[in-house]
C-alpha cells in the first residue's frame, strides 16, 4: 500500500485549479446508461472511484474511455443489466446504476453494497423510491433484483434527504410514463448538475436545488457532451490546509456558492477570504481562533465530507469548539489518529469536544476513509516534524494525486510505493 511522507511547518503558497467533482462525476456516468449513442463527458477526475465506476460500465458492455479529464462512453453495445457483487462491493456508488439500468433494460440486478468505514449507509430509500415508481423489487440475501417494464411516474417523500436516493430516483423517472415529484429532496449542488446534465440529454426536471424536484417523463434522450462542476470538498479541503498551515492560496475553477457554510466558519476563526467569480483565495498569519458549534447537516449547511478537515484546524485554535456530526455515525476515526499527533480531542456520542494546541507533531497515521485520510494530510502540513500517511488508496478514492496538486503550492510531501521485492520507492 502506498504511504504518504509529509515534511511539516511549510506554508501553503501559489495557485493550484481545482479537479471536477468526483460526486457529479458518478452519478452523471450512471446516468449516461440512459442513452444509447455516444456520451462525452469533460473534466471528470482522474480517481480510483471514476476507475472502478468505468470498469463496471466496461463490464456491462459499454465501451469507455478516459483521457485526460474527458470521458468518452459509448453505450450502444451495453449488453447487462447484472452487476456483479465483486464490482458492486469495490464502490458504494455503484448503486447509481440501479435506476439508469432498470429504466433502460426494465430489470437490473445489483447486491447490497454493504456498510462503510463511516456507517452503516442503508439503501431503504433508494428502494422504496423505485417501488413508488412501480417496480418489483425482489430481495434475497444480499441479492437485489428489480422489475418494471415500463416506470411510472409517482409522488414519492423521502423520510431524510438523501443524496444518492434522490439521484437515483431522478435516474429512474428520466424515462417514466407521466410526472415523477420528490419532496423533501436533497439539494445538494451535485444534484442540480445531474439535473442540468439529464435536461441536455432532452429529460424535463426542474427544482434540483431545491427541496421539490418534478421529473416529467420523456420517451428517450439523446446523447450530449457535458462539463462537470468543480469539486467543492476538494476546495474546501485546499482551503482548510491553506488555513492550518497559516499560507496564502489562490483557488481557480471554484464555485464559492457551494462552499458558504465553510467560508462561513473559516472566517469565524479568523482567516480571509475573498471571493472573485470563481476564484477563492485565502489567507492567514495567525492561530486560528475556536468556533463554539459547528453541526454537519444535508446541504446548505456544513458538509460531513469537510468535517475531518475542519477538525484539524480547530485542533490548533485558540480555545474549545465544538463538532457535531449527523450524517454519519463513523465519521469520528480519525480523531485517534490526530490525538497520536498531539491533538486534544474527546468524542461523546455524535459530538467531539477539540481543545485547541498550540502544535501537532509528525506520527505515523493511518487513513481510515477518504475524507479522514485528507484530514491527516492537512495535520501532516501543518505538524512539526514528519508524518507517514499510510492507506493512501483511501485518499486516492477521491484526490487526483494529492501529493502533486499540494507540491503546487509549496508541500513538501513524497509518495512511497512498494514494488514487488518488497522495496519502497517513490
Ligand atoms: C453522498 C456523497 C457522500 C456524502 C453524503 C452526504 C456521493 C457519491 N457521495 O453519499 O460523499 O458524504 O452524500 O452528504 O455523492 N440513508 C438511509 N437510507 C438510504 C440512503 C441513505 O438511511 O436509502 C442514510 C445514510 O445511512 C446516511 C444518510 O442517510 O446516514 C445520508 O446518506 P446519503 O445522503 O444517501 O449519502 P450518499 O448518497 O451515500
Redesign the pocket.
Known sequence: MDKLVIEGGKPLSGTIVIQGA???A??ILAASMLVEGKVTIDHVPKLL?IDVMLNILRELGCRAEHEDETVTLDTSSLHSSHIPEALMRQM??S??LMGPLLARFGEVTIYQPGGCA???????????GLRALGAQVDEEDSRIVCYAKRLKGAEIHL?????????NIMMAAVLAEGLTTISNA?R?P?IQDLQHFLNSMGAKIFGAGTDTITIEGVEKLTPCRYQVIPDR?VTGTVMVAAAATRGQVTLLNTCPSHLTSLIHVLRRTGVQITVDDDIIKVGTAARPKAVDRIVTS??PAF???LQSQIMVLLALADGVSVMKET???GRFKHVDELSRMGADIRVDLNSAFIRGVSRLYGATVEATD??AGAALVIAGLAAQGKTVVEQVHHIDR?YDRIETMLGRLGARITRYSPVPNNQIVP
Do not use: Q
Open positions: 468526483k460526486n457529479a458518478l452519478p472511484d458504494r456508488s448503486i447509481f463511516i456507517g452503516e449507509r442503508k439503501i431503504d430509500l433508494h428502494l422504496s423520510d431524510f434527504p438523501s443524496v444518492g436516493a434522490t439521484e436533497a445538494e451535485e470538498i444535508p446541504y458538509p460531513t465530507d450524517i454519519f455515525e477518504l475524507r477521491g
